[in-house]
């Protein structure tokens, strides 16, 4: 039994936390913060966890014993927080973007202010860092665009099947967090679809820089912002460099994703859907298909809430602690 | 360890019952029955539920070899399958309007045809049949506006609070049942509020038939379709015959759902969300508030799948064989 | 021609009355204001505007030269403006709840401040007081659900068919207006229904006060928010006194509304549709249906930004300055 | 004044032919058809043209006396009637793919299925072939992707700016025809997007044929279907083959457009919205972004059932008469 932290326990990741850290047979929750709603039973925020008698506290990252803690803290928050909870003795999975870039001055540069706080982090993706994540004091838990992005294009990176990609990627509204904005008004994204820092998100560095540890590929990044609460669908498109089969493509995915417990290949013929994997930490890829101009076309659906950041959490959690690497997260989607 | 069989496995309630069945300690699922299917594995059409390895098959009831059988049936389809199922000593939880009700009279004006086989059955609503469920063969699983309605008004029934009540209940898309029509087609009702049925749907007997045996109360009900994949909000209207307190009507339900299991009485000031019960067996029931008319107003939120459906219908099976009620369908909502 | 201002023309409202005013034969738009937003082109808030040539303006009251002014402002600061601007001989049209209630109490009472400069305005409902608007200086502009509400109610309540109606009402989340909250965050009302003010709304009183010239039924109102950008569906349930039929209903229905533009009361059978209304200044009403217990059901659809708001709006201006009634306001809903 | 015909008026093509044709000064309406609905008012179909007095008539080509025809009929079904239409010495504007290829080839090998009556047809796309479609006496309206993939493609192809092009476009429900389907059911496209016929789709080569009379580019194709009932956002990713600026880029589309009616180009920073050409004839342009790795972004926004279709047949139909081009289908956006 772990003592468990979160900073950051109001917004939507603090919430999907919660809900698979309160069942888990091997965790005991001792702290879930936030400045806002001090003092306030959880289901204030969180209306779907009324059973859970724990209260928001307005803790210091040094009122906190855990064995580990989880920052659910916005990007400038986090790295004020990190060390002195790693000083402390404590285990940390953070789920900003604030330890995700190997190269700091990637992330000055995309995230526009001066990091001062750098350490040394293990990016948390444990399709490709499973070993490093068991061994960490401090893991990086991944951007959800890059969760969904990174493990539909890594076959093809990893496989040297195209030099140029394309991803474009769209994203439910709770990926904005749980602040109210003009975007996220429901007469401006209802009924809507809308591309967004087209050529300028910051996740699109973060694809790249972990994607170019397995290959050359340059990969350009577009979002869009969706009518839907939860999920991603990416579609990657890229330009195949040899004249391979569109069955030599998808058996190269399932090769690659053998063992995986979250991730599921497709057969031919089928599509992610997000309904597929909503609520749930699964990644479902498919397609595979490649058109007369040698352009292939990949696609992935996650939910951006779960695989796309609490359900990966909590997958490094289970890493880094030695449990069995499902524990509390291995429901399936809600359908429909 | 039981036996289970799904008769009609391949419609959204179906869909359900294996999401909760695959997990429940207790139980195999021995067969899914689906005659357009025959064969084919179950995430073909279930995509969520892609590691289950059991197909699809075309069986007889006298094909079937189970403890328990689940009708998923149409109304109408299921009398021409329990009374066999029953005789060759299953036990059956029934999800279609066929046993529902005890005056068969009432059946066959407001279903519009001869009921073949008439059979004593015990209604599933465990808030009100707990006891008589436990020692049931035939369990005959409650509608979903029927599970919404009558949990936001039996304390008002009971309690002789109110003589005229008005059921206006707004539902998701997905109790329209997994086929296509007119009605459920995108462009019609996306972006849409519609009244149906409004003074002719078959729920509306069945929520006045139980309610009666616990007070006089006349009901009247209108069902809306909601641009909502999942849910039901019901809100009831009730003109009070005596000057309570909304602080007094709230102390009611209190008391009279105190212990049950799925059932949270919400408090002052806080008004059901669908999000709360979403993929979940719960039902939030809140506001009591009452006006200057003297007319009180009460709303409940439940999953029409779930608590109006297949959840509600496993709820029943884990209290006729003595498992712990809440086996395999105590999971939270779905929030956001 | 006249000259037009607009008060508060970034928001909703603010860009119908742009949508309608910039076409009609009659009018020329000669200010448009907007503190936040001075000097920007109209597109930048109303991006469908791309070809309108006019720029915001932060004008104080007594800097606008117009024949007519829409008041497009909040609840308590159009009270501040509407005197200066009938002082110096404009004609008002005012959009907010300050010139509503004939009962400055009833205002005070529901809206929790003082109303420190009353004046007699005539309440711009059309269908109630034609001759009276025609004749007007000050126009106050119906609430959104007062308007689907009267209307559905008005012809049971003038011939003295019901003594006890519950108008429940859903309406799109444009009716929020164009600020964001934690209400229309898309996570927060897609797939949901949410009743709220449940028995306090203030557009309860309205209805109530205005209903109250035609006879001595008590209304009782719940909103309800539901994932819709605009229209309002509205159900009345009322306890008929006699014994009438659906079809004498319909009939009274027919006559009372026989001959206005904007109204449709449609056969028996048919139910009003939100896309039939959306983008019009068009009401369907129908339904009719008496079920057992003598509830009669009448259900109303309006573009709450439009018959609701604007159109209305546009409408009163049409009357007041004698041009054609339906002039700019006569398009069709957007279906689907 | 001129007599129309509309072949196929049921659909919601159909529906939108009749709200725009209803108002033009130019036209009366001679004949509506419809196997399925024939002797039925208009408004069973369509609810919002309430007040339109027309029926739907089951009528045979040769029974219909008309100076032009729309064909709102299926693929495969075109061909079977506007052959005779044309000998009857009534012009066509067809809106199937059955004359939109040059290439009967193409148009065989994509369709599946043999082109029995093919005929020489000018390519409804006013911004290329004004001209051409002054003179023509069969006009094939363009595909709804075509139409905001072209638009957003030309001046890059013309330009010769890129050599491979990758359109994904997004669409809304409506685009999907009035007959429910899986694919259209609430429960299966709401809160989902889904990638489909990724490599397959008609419109890909439909594109190409008509973009390689301005370059040689090769373009790729893939849409997706999102919740949303109208509307089609097209994302444009090309990889530029030499140095310019997205300043130049812009620039290039302002001249390629200017004075065309409904074309808008809009600033740096800016982006399309479907609520800004919903219910519009209007296309609008924007983002002209470059990433570090050369690929270019232009997005474009219609609402698929008028510039992608209806708007657009009227607008053909205006310059084969000679008629003002923006008559009857100059109204703006439904925003929001």
């Known amino acids: 039994m772990i003592k468990i932290g979160i900073v950051g326990a109001s917004g939507y990741t603090g919430g999907e936390l919660l809900r698979f850290l309160k069942n888990h047979p091997e965790v005991e929750i001792v702290a879930a913060t936030s400045r806002k709603f001090d003092g306030q039973p959880i289901y204030n925020v969180h209306p779907h966890l009324r059973d859970l008698e724990i209260k928001f506290e307005n803790l210091k990252p040094d009122e906190i014993d855990a064995d580990l803690v989880f920052t659910a803290t916005p990007h400038g ?137 397995f290959g050359n590929a340059k990969v350009s990044f577009t979002p869009h912002l969706v009518p839907v609460i939860r999920g991603i669908m990416t579609t990657v498109h890229s330009f195949i460099i040899e004249d391979v089969s569109s069955d030599y493509i998808q058996e190269i995915y399932k090769e690659f994703y053998d063992g995986e417990p979250f991730v599921r290949v497709l057969e031919k013929g089928e599509i992610p859907r997000l309904s597929s994997v909503r609520g749930s930490n699964n990644c479902h890829i498919g397609s595979f298909d490649i058109d007369e101009n040698g352009r292939l076309v990949v696609a992935s659906a996650i939910d951006n809430l779960v695989k796309g950041a609490s359900g990966q959490a909590v997958h490094n959690m289970n890493l880094m602690f030695g449990f069995p690497e499902t524990e509390s997260i291995d429901m399936v989607g809600l359908h429909p």
């Open 77 to 213: 928050a986090s790295m004020k927080i990190v060390p002195e909870l790693l000083k402390n003795n404590m285990k940390v999975v953070d789920l900003s973007g604030d330890y995700r870039f190997d190269n700091i001055k990637t992330y000055e540069k995309w995230y526009g202010y001066e990091h001062t706080h750098h350490l040394k982090a293990v990016y948390g993706l444990p399709e490709i860092n499973r070993e490093l994540i068991k061994e960490a004091d401090l893991v990086a838990n991944p951007g959800c665009y890059p969760t969904g992005a990174i493990l539909a294009c890594l076959p093809i990176v990893a496989e040297k099947i195209a030099e140029k990609i394309v991803v474009d990627a769209k994203s439910g509204v709770s990926g904005a967090g749980v602040t109210p904005t003009d975007a996220t008004h429901f007469p401006n994204c209802s009924d809507s679809v809308s591309p967004y820092a087209v050529t300028t998100h910051r996740h699109g560095p973060e694809i790249q820089e972990k994607l170019s540890k």
